[in-house]
């Protein structure tokens, strides 16, 4: 089933609030990454996954009730509170994969829901959840991209640029005209250079591209926070690694054959699994095509479009979001 889904009229408050960790820890997964993770809500309730490759945060518990739900959360490896920060060393889809299952063997989990949306960023996301979802039989609820060249163009070459004109000047900003036919190409050069300053100047144009086009109403006084001064002390541990770690991940390709994750024999290892997709009709740096052509290929899920962009924390999105969990026994 497709539905759209118009909830501008909600008066959607976030349900779940103020619950912390009863459980942090780090698990060695290489000779140079410790695994960050967290649990929280009820021990012996059902048990869900998340996480953001930007570093896990409160916000992204309030989609659980914490009476009913086990929450794990973690930060992929280089990102949040995993170490070293912005390590793109030994780090690749594959890897992370194999990170979470030693997790949940770790947990002594045998089964848990994986909650994610985007790429990430690399691992929050329904690129991560369905590649691990089809190593590992399980059931997977995601928000969809799929790490195809034609969804990277889009954002990073020609489509959102053509919505956001202004933001995409401040983008190419940094880069010389003769680079800009391959942007991803080009910052990756600068996000991995020896250099500090021209590292953080990348990392603060590709971060801000990014925030400037995930909201369908944008946020103007958090793009300006990061052109302050004190930003990079702010937040460098957050951002650098963001940038640096996307960036990896998207010029590789995601570690992964061009449309591998809508391959038959991928999908087919997944169709029983109980999906539920949540996407921003209007969300522009996974464009909603991903999603529906997704559903072609396992026709099996059941995929909503919100009157919303790209982030999970919109209310419309959030909303479908926390409802949908009650399809899941």
Same mark, same amino acid.
């Given at each position: 089933m497709v539905y759209t889904v118009d909830l501008a009229h909600s008066t959607w408050q976030h349900y779940y609030t103020g619950t912390e960790p009863f459980e942090r820890g780090e698990l060695k997964v290489s000779s140079i990454h410790p695994f960050y993770y967290e649990v929280s809500g009820n021990n012996h309730g059902q048990k869900y996954l998340r996480g953001p490759g930007v570093g896990t945060s409160a916000q992204d518990r309030i989609y659980f009730d914490p009476a009913i739900h086990k929450i794990v959360l973690f930060d992929q490896r280089g990102a949040g509170l995993s170490r070293p920060t912005a390590s793109i060393e030994e780090n690749t889809t594959w890897d992370l994969i194999a990170n979470i299952e030693r997790l949940r063997a770790r947990l002594g989990i045998d089964k848990w829901v994986v909650f994610g949306g985007s790429w990430i960023c690399a691992a929050d996301g329904s690129t991560l959840a369905l590649a691990y979802a089809q190593q590992h039989i399980d059931i997977s609820l995601s928000g969809i991209f799929t790490l195809r060249k034609s969804e990277l163009d !889009?954002?990073?070459?020609?489509?959102?640029?053509?919505? &956001?004109?202004?933001?995409?000047?401040?983008?190419?900003?940094?880069?010389?005209?003769?680079?800009?036919?391959?942007?991803?190409?080009?910052?990756?050069?600068?996000?991995?250079?020896?250099?500090? @300053?021209? =590292?953080? %100047?990348?990392?603060?144009?590709?971060?801000?591209?990014?925030?400037? %086009?995930?909201?369908?109403?944008?946020?103007?006084?958090?793009?300006?926070?990061?052109?302050? @001064? @004190?930003?990079?002390?702010?937040? &460098?541990?957050? !951002?650098?690694? &963001?940038?640096?770690?996307?960036?990896?991940?998207?010029?590789?390709?995601? &570690?992964?054959?061009?449309?591998?994750?809508?391959?038959?024999?991928?999908?087919? =290892?997944?169709?029983?699994?109980?999906?539920?997709?949540?996407?921003?009709?209007?969300?522009?740096?996974?464009?909603?095509?991903?999603?529906?052509?997704?559903?072609?290929?396992?026709?099996?899920?059941?995929?909503?479009?919100?009157?919303?962009?790209?982030? %999970?924390?919109?209310?419309?999105?959030?909303?479908?979001?926390?409802?949908?969990? !009650?399809? !899941?026994?």
């Open positions: !889009f954002l990073y070459q020609e489509g959102t640029s053509q919505l &956001f004109p202004e933001e995409w000047d401040a983008y190419i900003a940094p880069i010389p005209e003769a680079e800009r036919g391959d942007m991803v190409k080009a910052y990756h050069e600068r996000l991995t250079s020896s250099d500090k @300053d021209i =590292k953080l %100047t990348a990392a603060r144009a590709w971060s801000r591209w990014e925030m400037a %086009t995930s909201r369908l109403h944008v946020d103007q006084g958090s793009l300006q926070r990061v052109e302050k @001064d @004190d930003w990079a002390v702010q937040v &460098f541990f957050f !951002f650098p690694s &963001f940038a640096a770690i996307e960036n990896h991940y998207f010029i590789n390709e995601g &570690f992964m054959r061009q449309g591998q994750l809508l391959e038959k024999q991928s999908i087919d =290892k997944i169709r029983h699994i109980p999906t539920i997709v949540v996407q921003g009709r209007y969300d522009v740096v996974c464009p909603a095509k991903s999603a529906y052509d997704l559903k072609k290929a396992w026709p099996e899920i059941t995929l909503h479009f919100t009157h919303a962009g790209h982030s %999970t924390h919109e209310p419309k999105t959030e909303k479908l979001l926390v409802e949908g969990r !009650f399809a !899941f026994p």
